[in-house]
C-alpha cells in the first residue's frame, strides 16, 4: 500500500525528460550483465542451479528497500530512482 503511494505522490507532477528515460536503459543494461554474469559463473553447474542463479542475479530490491530511505533523505532522488526501477521490473518479470 506505501509503496504505490510513494510513487503516485513523488511522481504525479513529473515532466519525463530524455535524461529520466536514460536510467530505464542503464537498468536493463545492468541487470542483463547481472544475468550473464550469474550465466557464466555457474556454467558448470546443472540447469536447474543455473537458472535459478541467473533469475535470482536479475534485478534489484528498489521499491521495498530503496525507496523508503531515499524518500526520507533526498525526495528530489525519487523519480530518478522510480525510473530505474521500470527499467529492473522489465528484467524482474519478463
Known amino acids: 500500500m506505501t509503496l504505490p503511494a510513494a510513487i503516485i505522490v513523488n511522481l504525479s507532477d513529473l515532466h519525463i525528460q530524455n535524461q529520466l528515460v536514460l536510467f ?30 541467473m533469475y535470482l542475479g536479475s534485478g534489484f530490491n528498489i521499491g521495498n528497500f530503496l525507496l523508503p530511505f531515499i524518500q526520507n533523505i533526498q525526495p528530489t532522488f525519487v523519480p530518478m530512482i522510480s525510473m530505474f526501477d521500470i527499467g529492473n521490473s522489465v528484467m524482474l518479470t519478463g
Open 24 to 53: 530505464i536503459i542503464i537498468a536493463l543494461i545492468w541487470s542483463i550483465f547481472q544475468v550473464l554474469l550469474a550465466y557464466f559463473t555457474t556454467f558448470k553447474q546443472e540447469n536447474k542451479q543455473k537458472a535459478t542463479m
